[in-house]
T-cell receptor, first 116, second 111 residues
């Protein structure tokens, strides 16, 4: 089965630094997402992306966050100035075209971000 | 907002036994999905049940959905050691573009 790939698998950064998390969604998918999971807590929605623009974002996704699909294959999440509370596992997901309500999400294996 | 909420269970069962976990949510949904997460890994989709469906099977998995009670259950029959994982329900609601995940159930299958 095709996979969503994420790099790096682990990222350690200093507070205040910028990080970019990278994802390669499945090639014929049109909907893209970022979620995160703080250790021991729920998986939380951050942002959805369709047709080269954000279609929805959560209250977590503030001005420090941005997403981009710079070419036909990559989908990135940038955190401009990381905070300690940004430490979490970040998951990218993609979804194929069709009636969205009937389609599952394919998740990557995640990037563990540690902010020191 | 949508909110999947599993019963906060940690199940520990013997191989071969069945495992049941529950999920409740608060508002109307398009569908409800169950995902599995092995320790430190990504989320793997297990099964999707639409709001107009009441029961669905996939291999050893059986999912029920009761929209009047806003609840769902996931049954894993004849469990195996490889079923050891966390299981999450997630709801896909109307008018938004996001899944709302529950807290997850940790299932340990003892060989």
């Amino acid at each position: 089965e095709p996979e969503v790939t994420q790099t790096p698998s682990h990222q350690v950064t200093q507070m205040g630094q910028e990080v970019i998390l990278r994802c390669v969604p499945i090639s014929n998918h049109l909907y893209f997402y970022w979620y995160r999971q703080i250790l021991g807590q729920k998986v939380e929605f951050l942002v959805s992306f369709y047709n080269n623009e954000i279609s929805e974002k959560s209250e977590i996704f503030d001005d420090q966050f941005s997403v981009e699909r710079p070419d036909g294959s990559n989908f990135t999440l940038k955190i401009r100035s990381t905070k300690l509370e940004d430490s979490a596992m970040y998951f990218c997901a993609s979804q194929k075209p069709g009636l969205r309500a009937n389609e599952k999400l394919f998740f990557g294996s995640g990037t563990q971000l540690s902010v020191l | 907002s949508q909110q999947g909420e599993e019963d906060p269970q940690a199940l520990s069962i013997q191989e071969g036994e069945n495992a049941t976990m529950n999920c409740s949510y608060k508002t109307s949904i398009n569908n409800l999905q169950w995902y599995r997460q092995n320790s430190g890994r990504g989320l793997v989709h297990l099964i999707l049940i639409r709001s107009n469906e009441r029961e669905k099977h996939s291999g050893r998995l059986r999912v029920t959905l009761d929209t009047s009670k806003k609840s769902s259950s996931l049954l894993i029959t004849a469990s195996r050691a490889a079923d050891t994982a966390s299981y999450f329900c997630a709801t896909d609601g109307y008018g938004n573009n996001r899944l709302a995940f529950g807290k997850g159930n940790q299932v340990v299958v003892i060989p």
